[in-house]
């Protein structure tokens, strides 16, 4: 539908003003040639296009009269150099960004400190000279599908390469962290004189906000966030994560870690995460991906040669408060954050559990312990990653004894999903006439943990514990 739209807006303005030229740019474009390609395709969500040769008062016209014709939700964006929202009323999540040429001149370290003026007379090699990479760089016209492609893009996307378009890189610094995504998504590798263009960036002047998306494509949309991760490993921006950085080098016992050291291990961890929730719902995805990347940040600190062996004796614990550093520089979201420890803080009990053969108690416990921000299926799920993400002959052949016996006795009690709900509640103390008050809570948290216990499965057994531990009230 997005893409009728712009076919639609494409020939009305065309033929509005002779000589006029409506040029997409942008993912879409970029996706488009991934498709053809390599086949894979991605869905369409947004749609860039550039107008070329039509004066930006008369094109805010032509963009109302189009809107009110199509009944589309018109907004304008940036006044002062042309950019322009049309949305569908039902669908607001699906839009057409339109916008003529701009000219940049930064005028300082911050991505707010750029002079910004709309040319509508660009040619659109100019306009394109100052993206961030050549896959970037095309447009196609939807029209009659010519494409525009000054600086390579589709032949770089042959050879999966992943090179800066001009010096104009070097602007903003975001782009280290753009190109770490992209890697990460499309399996590219970067030209070296793009590494080493990166190498002279730092993140000193990106706010959190810019950090934490591209951070969240390069974990939550990626096919191999490994690649992107090695990237900022080798253009040295884990010094600015030092947490990640803490990881490289780390040794660990070949017997349980054949693939190498601690670093080598997290990016295989957070590959086979990538593989394991590639259906998964967003919020469980970004959940699982940050557990994974956060899952051992406690064995630099722990980990130490005994009889022979590395050995990394309470990793598990030590791993909240680097995790809790790492991602107060990437978010401010504080579940994410919570459910993130506490995949952190458990990601050692699926297998643990397993080994026991623990009983009903442990597992609702388990349950109750990493909610309300986390379940038992997102923690298997990092669990696994965990156990995949090295070269043992196990771990080669996708076996997760552990996880799937965890899974099965949490599916059976009902609490894979969600914590153990509790059978007495409030309510019931006040039938018994016992009147509100800081009791309640210890009645309550009392009565939840003999719940566990397996004491009582029902409210009548829930009712007959309360008299047999507090009389007839």
């Not at 390599?38 to 550039?50: F, I, R, V, Y």
């Not at 990653?385 to 006795?409: I, K, N, V």
């Amino acid at each position: 539908m997005l893409l009728s739209y712009a076919q639609d807006l494409t020939n009305f303005l065309e033929s509005h003003r002779t000589g006029a030229q409506v040029v997409a740019v942008g993912g879409y474009v970029r996706d488009s040639a991934i498709t053809e390609i390599h086949g894979s395709q991605a869905p369409l969500k947004d749609l860039d296009l550039e107008i070329y040769r039509f004066p930006t008062e008369g094109l805010r016209t032509a963009l109302q009269d189009f809107a009110r014709q199509r009944r589309l939700n018109f907004l304008e964006v940036g006044k002062s150099f042309g950019v322009f929202k049309l949305s569908l009323p039902d669908q607001p999540g699906l839009a057409l960004d339109v916008a003529v040429p701009r000219r940049e001149s930064q005028q300082g370290p911050r991505h707010q400190d750029f002079a910004v003026v709309g040319d509508p007379e660009m040619s659109f090699p100019e306009a394109a000279a100052r993206r961030d990479f050549t896959i970037n760089s095309m447009g196609l016209h939807l029209g009659t599908k010519e494409w525009f492609d000054p600086y390579q893009g589709r032949a770089h996307l042959d050879q999966r390469l992943l090179k800066h378009v001009s010096s104009a890189f070097a602007e903003d610094a975001l782009r280290v962290l753009r190109g770490a995504q992209f890697m990460a998504r499309f399996n590219l590798r970067m030209a070296p004189e793009t590494e080493q263009l990166c190498r002279t960036l730092t993140p000193e002047f990106l706010s959190r906000e810019r950090i934490e998306e591209e951070f969240n494509k390069l974990l939550t949309k990626a096919l191999y966030p490994s690649l992107g991760l090695e990237m900022l490993r080798r253009v040295g921006w884990l010094a600015y994560f030092p947490e990640l950085a803490a990881l490289v080098g780390v040794p660990q016992d070949p017997q349980w870690h054949p693939e190498g050291n601690v670093w080598v291990h997290t990016c295989m961890v957070v590959d086979q995460a990538a593989r394991l929730t590639h259906t998964a719902p967003p919020e469980v995805r970004q959940r699982v991906m940050y557990g994974a990347l956060c899952h051992d940040l406690g064995k630099p600190p722990t980990t130490q040669f005994e009889d022979g062996h590395w050995r990394s004796r309470g990793h598990d614990v030590a791993g909240e408060q680097p995790s809790r550093n790492l991602l107060k520089r990437i978010t401010e979201n504080r579940d994410l954050t919570e459910a993130v420890v506490r995949l952190v803080l458990n990601h050692l009990h699926p297998h643990m559990l397993w080994h026991q053969q623990a009983g009903p108690s442990a597992v609702r416990r388990l349950a109750n312990r990493l909610a309300p921000y986390t379940t038992i299926q997102e923690l298997v799920l990092c669990a696994r990653a965990d156990h995949f993400g090295r070269t043992t002959p196990e771990a080669l052949s996708y076996q997760d004894p552990g996880g799937e016996w965890l899974l099965a006795q949490a599916e059976h009690l009902a609490v894979h999903n969600q914590p153990l709900q509790p059978l007495l509640m409030g309510r019931h103390l006040i039938e018994r006439s016992l009147s509100p008050s800081p009791q309640f809570k210890l009645i309550l948290a009392q009565a939840l943990e003999a719940q566990i216990e397996g004491k009582f499965q029902d409210l009548a057994g829930a009712l007959d514990w309360l008299d047999h531990c507090y009389g007839k009230l």
